[in-house]
């Protein structure tokens, strides 16, 4: 996988649009180049970028990035933008590919949700994703996911230099959160608790046993209840068929009382019955005697009624329409006398009232399309008029446009006069005989007035470029002459810095031998006996112990002060390389400003020239004076469009005066038009008139037509029916009298409705069943009552029955109170046998299943899981060291790193095989190998996160900082091997000066006074 390009547009200090292309030269060709630039210029943000666009996450913030969350923490945009944008192109072995990611700001200043997509650049087509998709499909195509990638492509060194000279816990701790091997502690600590909690319930569930098992009771007891049950059983059987043949006997006397009170209570209700018949048959049987004879003549009583409501009907009719006649008569002679008014005419007659009011209504017709007309034109007069008013806007000239007056024209007259005399005196201001001549004055100045303002711009700028020109020889000379100070103070102190290292090489060699030759004595001196001669030379004594030692110590203290010296020596070189550095940098740009300045300087005397030609002129002045020319100039321009202006107002006032000229004559007409309306009409709306009054005149004659009509057949229907239905009646009255009726009425009231005709009839009918069927019951009852004293017991009374039941039942409830007692006591003893049974069957799947759990615990748990992380800890070191020792290989030959044994501190070691294959602690290395064997832990982590996913793209960040000069020169000399080997693009990022110098290739961040930041390769 290898970064191809990177683009960012508003992304915190980078403000607009910036792109790297690591493939195009310089950077491409040089495979190891640097990041440099100060600190906030943005050299971490160029990382998150690619990150950002392929994740959507930022290795300094640990979560996904949201608009929620950008916009509380202000990060990501800049700062006053309203959109930002990052893409990332890269290749894999799927092909090469662009990941995008932007947010931006809705007109409500709040943040849409961020967008991301990724583009096939072989097809140029976006991979159909949703955005949240697109994290998981980068995964894919490069095959790391985000931890392992930040792990294999971002690598802080830094991390492992610190990671080496840790004891073992805060080893364990670094390695943890280098490698995220957290999970190991987790799981230690998790195997601790589960364990715990399963002994827990264990316990509980054996307690829970032995509670249940001391509730038991003993055999013995056990049986005793179980016959003590049995017995009770047989004697509730016995007492149930007593108290059966008991309520059997106590029922039948129960029956023969209900029989003898059922008995007299329906001899009663048949007695009351009989009443009921007989009252019936003197009351209603009547009635419906009455209603049989009179029913024959039901039919034509209903249609002698329905010939009388007929003719009531009709009658009413007729007296309606008549008065409906009399009505419209009247509207009819009403219209009659408004026409008449209408037309002046007092003579017409309801034949030719419609034909005047018509030749009145065309009259009025042709003067109101008159009077629209004359509107029309009156209202276009009077808002050109208005128009010219607004135009003109003189205050002597206020007045209503639809009234104007000879005083309103003679006013325009006199205004227009008065602005004439104006006009002539402002064509004598603009120096101008005439109008016409302005356009042609108003150009000569326009051009004039253009090369003045340019002329005075070449004047400033003149002015600007030959004090920037002294500014830069100022700078120019000064950094010369700091350079010419400073640089001999340089080369004095770089002389003394080898003399240095030559002298601290002699002391750190004598002070090993000197060591060495100390330990030896010590170790031989241990091996002496008193008296007794050394066995390696036979000398019985050794004065040279002491001297190693005294030695020993006085070269140590050399060697410090030598190291001091050296230290304060580089500081002091650093800032005198700086100084200088900086001097030739700004000396240098001071140069290239004076070509540019002078250049600057010699086109604007060009352009000055050139307008003094265009002008006519042969000084050029001040700006103060060029300043009098444009306002000069400015003062007749003014002129000139006063007497424009003036010229179009004259104009407007003539043609205001002819207007309303013409507006008073069509005003007088007007006036005449509404006087001729007005005689012949003075109503407000003639047509609305004629049409209620035609419409009425119409609706009426022929409401009173229909009238007549009516009227007549109304009479001719009434007469015949009125004869008949007087024949009818007096037959049918004779009928009834020899009916034995009184009257027509009579024999009417005496028919009753059918409703009351069912409800005596059904009354009669139950009145004679409820008798039968009574009759029927008391038999009935009477022989069961004599059956069921054949079998009674006549010597026992009831009560008695009911006492001896009652002490028989009270027995009963003793023994079923007694038997329930047992009962419950041999369930629960029932009952705690089964949950005892159960318990010990969850007893033994617990503890199967705790089984595991108990051997995890014993191997590797413990309640902080530092047991099973530091046994993680111990493999995964184990890996990274010999990742690191297969990277280390290729970088140098001479060491090897080693994890500690039983016998060594606890630290890590080294092996030298420069010196034998000696084991030492890493304390013990220079910066600069230090530097070589952290670079190698990095690329070994690299390699374990990347698994075997091939990487051409690398960023090592930290660490360059704190190298002394001899140890970052052999850190670079490594990571140029290490480029050169792997055919890798390598990132440095740093703001050391002396990697500036050393590495040609850089991608500077340089940061301006608004603290925006921009991309400079070179």
């Known amino acids: 996988m290898k970064i191809n390009k990177i683009y960012l547009r508003n992304i915190n200090s980078f403000k607009g649009e910036h792109s790297i292309d690591f493939t195009a030269n310089p950077l491409g060709s040089a495979g190891l180049f640097a990041i440099v630039g100060p600190t906030g210029a943005g050299k971490s943000t160029l990382?998150?970028?690619?990150?950002?666009?392929?994740?959507?996450?930022?290795?300094?913030?640990?979560?996904?990035?949201?608009?929620?969350?950008?916009?509380?923490?202000?990060?990501?945009?800049?700062?006053?933008?309203?959109?930002?944008?990052?893409?990332?192109?890269?290749s894999c072995k799927s092909g090469v590919f662009t990941s995008k990611w932007w947010i931006e700001l809705n007109k409500n200043?709040?943040?849409?949700?961020?967008?991301?997509?990724?583009?096939?650049?072989?097809?140029?087509?976006?991979?159909?994703l949703k955005k949240s998709e697109v994290p998981d499909k980068n995964q894919e195509l490069i095959g790391l996911s985000y931890d392992q990638f930040i792990k294999s492509i971002l690598l802080?060194?830094?991390?492992?230099?610190?990671?080496?000279?840790?004891?073992?816990?805060?080893?364990?701790?670094?390695?943890?959160?280098?490698?995220?091997?957290?999970?190991?502690?987790?799981?230690?600590?998790?195997?601790?608790?589960?364990?715990?909690?399963?002994?827990?319930?264990?316990?509980?569930?054996?307690?829970?046993?032995?509670?249940?098992?001391?509730?038991?009771?003993?055999?013995?007891?056990?049986?005793?209840?179980?016959?003590?049950?049995?017995?009770?059983?047989?004697?509730?059987?016995?007492?149930?068929?007593?108290?059966?043949?008991?309520?059997?006997?106590?029922?039948?006397?129960?029956?023969?009382?209900?029989?003898?009170?059922?008995?007299?209570?329906?001899?009663?209700?048949?007695?009351?019955a009989q009443v009921a018949l007989l009252e019936f048959e003197k009351n209603e049987a009547v009635q419906l005697q009455n209603h049989e004879k009179a029913e024959p003549f039901q039919a034509l009583i209903l249609g002698l009624q329905n010939q009388e409501n007929e003719l009531k009907n009709l009658n009413q009719r007729l007296q309606e329409e008549e008065k409906r006649f009399a009505d419209n008569s009247k509207v009819l002679n009403q219209i009659q006398l408004r026409i008449a008014g209408l037309t002046k005419e007092p003579n017409l007659t309801l034949e030719n009232a419609l034909i005047s009011l018509q030749q009145l209504r065309e009259n009025l017709s042709q003067l109101y399309n008159k009077k629209a007309a004359q509107e029309a034109e009156k209202k276009a007069f009077e808002a050109q008029i208005t128009e010219l008013l607004t135009k003109i806007a003189d205050r002597n000239l206020q007045f209503s446009v639809s009234q104007i007056s000879d005083e309103n024209i003679q006013?325009?007259?006199?205004?227009?006069?008065?602005?004439?005399?104006?006009?002539?005196?402002?064509?004598?201001?603009?120096?101008?005989?005439?109008?016409?001549?302005?356009?042609v004055k108003r150009e000569v100045l326009a051009f004039e007035f253009r090369n003045y303002a340019q002329l005075k711009n070449c004047v400033v700028q003149f002015v600007n470029v030959n004090r920037a020109i002294e500014k830069e020889r100022t700078q120019e000379k000064t950094q010369t002459e700091l350079i010419v100070q400073q640089r001999p103070i340089l080369e004095k102190t770089q002389k003394r810095l080898v003399e240095l290292e030559q002298i601290i090489k002699q002391f750190e060699t004598e002070k090993e031998r000197l060591g060495k030759s100390y330990n030896f004595e010590r170790d031989r001196q241990n091996l002496l006996k008193k008296d007794e001669p050394c066995p390696l030379c036979g000398s019985l004594e050794h004065p040279f112990l002491s001297h190693y030692a005294n030695n020993y110590v006085e070269v140590d203290q050399k060697l410090t002060e030598a190291k001091k010296e050296e230290k304060e020596l580089n500081e002091q070189f650093k800032l005198l390389n700086g100084q200088i550095v900086s001097a030739e940098a700004l000396s240098k740009s001071a140069v290239q400003n004076l070509k540019e300045f002078e250049v600057?300087?010699?086109?604007?005397?060009?352009?000055?020239?050139?307008?003094?030609?265009?002008?006519?002129?042969?000084?050029?002045?001040?700006s103060d004076s060029i300043d009098g020319q444009l306002k000069n100039i400015e003062s007749q321009q003014s002129a000139l469009q006063s007497v424009e202006s003036k010229v179009e107002k004259y104009k407007d006032l003539q043609l205001l005066y002819k207007r309303c000229s013409e507006a008073k004559g069509l005003q007088l007409a007007y006036n005449q038009l509404i006087g001729q309306i007005k005689e012949l009409y003075a109503g407000q709306d003639f047509e609305k008139e004629f049409n209620d009054i035609q419409t009425n005149y119409l609706q009426t004659q022929t409401a009173i037509q229909t009238s007549v009509k009516v009227i007549n057949d109304l009479k001719n229907e009434i007469a015949p029916k009125n004869k008949a239905y007087e024949n009818e009646f007096s037959s049918l009255e004779s009928k009834i009298k020899l009916a034995g009726f009184e009257n027509t009425l009579a024999c009417q009231a005496a028919i009753l409705s059918a409703e009351m005709q069912r409800v005596l009839r059904e009354k009669k009918q139950n009145l004679l069943v409820a008798s039968q069927t009574l009759m029927g019951q008391l038999k009935e009852h009477e022989l069961e009552i004599e059956n069921l004293r054949k079998s009674d017991d006549a010597t026992t009374s009831l009560a008695f029955m009911l006492e001896t039941q009652l002490e028989i039942k009270k027995r009963q409830t003793t023994l079923l109170e007694e038997q329930t007692r047992h009962e419950v006591t041999l369930t629960l003893l029932q009952n705690t046998k089964q949950e005892i049974q159960r318990l010990e069957i969850q007893l033994a799947t617990l503890e199967k299943d705790n089984l595991k759990w108990e051997l995890l615990d014993k191997y590797i748990g413990d309640a902080t899981g530092k047991k099973f992380g530091t046994f993680a800890q111990g493999l995964t070191l184990a890996r990274l060291i010999a990742l690191a020792n297969r990277r280390l290989k290729d970088l140098s030959d001479r060491y090897l790193l080693d994890k500690p044994s039983e016998q060594d501190e606890d630290e890590l070691m080294i092996v030298d095989q420069y010196m034998g294959n000696e084991r030492r602690s890493v304390k013990t290395l220079s910066g600069g190998e230090t530097f070589m064997i952290s670079l190698s832990l990095a690329l070994a982590l690299s390699d374990l996160a990347s698994k075997n996913i091939k990487l051409d793209s690398l960023f090592i960040d930290e660490g360059f900082g704190t190298l002394d000069p001899e140890s970052l020169d052999l850190a670079l000399n490594t990571l140029e091997k290490l480029q050169q080997e792997s055919q890798k693009n390598i990132g440095i990022i740093s703001h050391v000066e002396s990697i500036k110098e050393r590495i040609s290739t850089q991608i500077r961040l340089e940061r301006n006074n608004r603290g925006f930041s921009r991309v400079i390769i070179q």
């Not at 950002?52 to 202000?74: M, V």
């Not at 390695?175 to 195997?191: C, F, M, N, P, V």
């Not at 319930?201 to 509730?215: G, Q, T």
């Not at 006069?417 to 001549?437: F, G, M, P, R, V």
Request: proline share 1%.
């Open 47 to 90: 990382l998150d970028a690619i990150t950002l666009a392929l994740f959507n996450r930022i290795p300094r913030f640990d979560k996904k990035i949201s608009k929620d969350f950008i916009a509380s923490a202000g990060s990501i945009l800049t700062k006053g933008e309203r959109e930002c944008a990052v893409e990332v192109e890269f």
């Open 109 to 128: 200043n709040n943040f849409n949700d961020y967008g991301m997509e990724i583009i096939d650049l072989r097809t140029q087509a976006i991979l159909p």
């Open 156 to 272: 802080s060194q830094g991390e492992f230099a610190r990671f080496l000279k840790s004891g073992r816990d805060e080893r364990g701790k670094l390695l943890e959160d280098i490698t995220g091997t957290q999970i190991y502690r987790k799981l230690g600590k998790k195997a601790f608790e589960v364990a715990k909690e399963k002994g827990l319930e264990l316990r509980d569930v054996r307690a829970l046993i032995d509670a249940e098992k001391r509730k038991l009771a003993s055999p013995e007891q056990e049986q005793d209840w179980l016959n003590k049950k049995i017995e009770i059983a047989q004697e509730l059987e016995k007492i149930a068929s007593e108290i059966t043949l008991l309520e059997q006997k106590i029922a039948q006397k129960n029956k023969i009382f209900e029989l003898e009170k059922l008995i007299k209570e329906k001899q009663q209700r048949l007695e009351q």
């Open 411 to 439: 006013q325009i007259k006199n205004v227009g006069i008065s602005h004439k005399n104006i006009l002539d005196e402002t064509l004598k201001q603009a120096n101008i005989t005439d109008a016409s001549e302005a356009a």
């Open 600 to 622: 600057q300087k010699k086109a604007v005397l060009t352009e000055i020239d050139s307008i003094k030609t265009a002008l006519k002129i042969d000084k050029v002045g001040n």
